[in-house]
């Protein structure tokens, strides 16, 4: 016989939040109910509804404003795993301005992992530019993209805050991606990442890096990305 | 075995001739899966034969298909060889299959086992009614499960399945049955899948079962599977610990 257990507090708090934004079809902006509200609506404690909204906070879905209660978040920039659109492609999706601000960009030696990845002798030298990209002006993410510099001659001399890379590759140097290679992990933001994101270091983030390669299978760029993940989703639509 | 690749090394091509071999001997099979001489489904030549082929070590060929394997163009079945995964298509058309939590990081290295530590039945509620378009005073099936690599466990995965969908399920033995095996018994294949990752952070509970730190960082998987007509069969939510904690994806 199995075991029949009552629905915990703490899903019952976080499924009925949601539930509430969902069956009241609350959109971007709007409020929830008070705290006290939802905790007499959810019949659960003050504390574990705090976790539940910690919780929906993080990943995206509502916003705690001290003293003036809980919001729906407007719907985040999505990456699809099984269909990968360019960054302003994503933002532009659910109806926000992307920008760029270029951190740094030059060329310097590669470092092992960037060599490993790129197929190039240690030391070789490599493009390395370092973007933080922003949707609506918020902080989305921490891009660092590698290409070999005797790839792409004059390419540091190039403005990225108001041009895509994708673009700058394909018109000036004949290079297109045909394929990406990706891989997602969680791990925590150090201070330069923090600072550079709006974030205190320590805060979860997805880390993703990634290999785009042209029509030969040729690797072209070798990219690290630090997103931050209440501002954005990573999902994957599969047909199995 | 190809008569092009030891030729290809040596003449190379001059991009190729100042990488360390095991790099050259990865990029040299990336080509030959991307031209489709090793086709999906198929193995590569073995390790054996391939270091002979190059005059190198197995040490270093084992090197150069570790890189493949992280790309997820190859997998390594235990005695039985080194397998393309999917194909690449070279003309840039896109011939991707994204991989989803079981694939990328079960099947793909080693021996998976999977441990049952809890099956219960709990109420629907509101949030699973709408999700899985049935009564909220029905129940739901939980199962809870830690899966293990070569024996390490690195992966919590909990599902939640409508027992008006598949009445008497919690009479299964799933460590007979893989749920989706029997989800198609029951005449409800599961053709499509909606992932989306989370950043999570390990409860001490959970770390113990993981070996791993409580607050330490994990990779959660929210995973809703559906059938043809479009109904979700259930909800899967998985928490993963370590190297093995991540998402491959491939266009």
């Known amino acids: 016989m199995t075991k029949q257990t009552e629905i915990s507090p703490s899903d019952r708090a976080h499924e009925g939040i949601l539930s509430y ?122 891009e660092y993209s590698h290409l070999r510099a005797s790839m792409v001659p004059g390419i540091e001399g190039i403005d990225f805050s108001d041009v895509s890379l994708v673009e700058v590759l394909e018109r000036d ?66 047909r199995l | 075995m190809s008569k092009g690749l030891r030729s ?41 034969d391939l270091s002979q082929f190059f005059g190198t070590t197995k040490a270093t060929v084992r090197g150069a298909i570790d890189g493949l394997i992280d790309e997820g163009l190859v997998l390594r079945v235990q005695g039985k060889g080194t397998f393309v995964a999917r194909g690449l298509n070279v003309d840039g058309e896109r011939l991707h299959v994204p ?8 099947l793909q290295k080693h021996a998976p086992s999977i441990r049952v530590l809890e099956t219960s039945i709990r109420l629907v509620g509101d949030f699973y009614a709408r999700m899985f378009d049935v009564s909220p005073e029905g129940a739901l099936y939980h199962v809870r499960r830690l899966n293990c690599i070569d ?26 049955f893989s749920l989706y095996e029997f989800y198609s018994l ?23 079962l993981l070996h791993a730190q409580a607050d330490d960082p994990a990779l959660g998987i929210m995973c809703v599977s559906y059938d043809a007509g479009g109904q979700a069969l259930e909800c899967a939510r998985s928490l993963a610990v370590g190297e093995n904690a991540c998402y491959l994806a491939r266009q």
Request: hydrophobic residues 40%; negative net charge; contains cysteine.
């Open chain 1, 21 to 142: 934004i969902d069956s009241h079809g609350l959109s971007a902006g709007e409020p929830l109910p008070s705290e006290r509200d939802l905790c007499r609506m959810l019949s659960v404690s003050r504390t574990t509804l705090r976790t539940a909204l910690a919780r929906l906070s993080a990943s995206g879905i509502v916003e705690v404003r001290k003293g003036a209660g809980t919001f729906v978040c407007p719907d985040r920039p999505a990456m699809h795993l099984d269909d990968v659109a360019g960054f302003s492609e994503m933002v532009r999706r659910v109806s926000a301005a992307p920008s760029s601000r270029v951190i740094s960009c030059g060329i310097e030696a590669a470092e092992k992992e960037v060599s490993e990845r790129l197929y190039l002798p240690d030391g070789e030298p490599v493009f390395t530019l370092a973007r933080v990209r922003l949707a609506d002006a918020m902080e989305i993410c921490l």
């Open chain 2, 8 to 48: 290809t090394l040596r003449a190379g091509n001059a991009d190729l001739q100042h990488l360390p071999l095991y790099l050259r001997i990865r990029q040299i099979l990336r080509e030959r899966i991307a031209e489709g001489e090793y086709a999906p489904g198929t193995a590569i030549p073995s390790e054996a």
């Open chain 2, 151 to 176: 024996g390490e466990p690195f992966a919590i995965e909990s599902t939640l399945i409508p027992c008006e969908i598949f009445p008497g399920i919690e009479e299964i033995d799933i460590s007979v």
């Open chain 1, 173 to 238: 140097y004949g290079i297109f991606i045909r394929h990406t290679s990706l891989k997602v992990s969680v791990r925590r933001a150090d201070a330069r990442e923090g600072a550079l994101l709006g974030k205190p270091e320590g805060s979860l983030v997805f880390y993703e890096r990634g290999v785009r390669l042209n029509a030969d299978m040729k690797p072209i760029e070798f990219c690290r990305t630090v997103y931050v993940p209440d501002r954005f989703k990573i999902v994957c639509e599969s």
């Open chain 2, 99 to 106: 991989r989803g939590f079981r694939d990328s990081q079960i």
């Open chain 2, 186 to 208: 029951r005449g409800h294949t599961v053709v499509r899948a909606y992932e989306e990752l989370e950043v999570c952070e390990l409860k001490a509970r959970e770390a113990q």
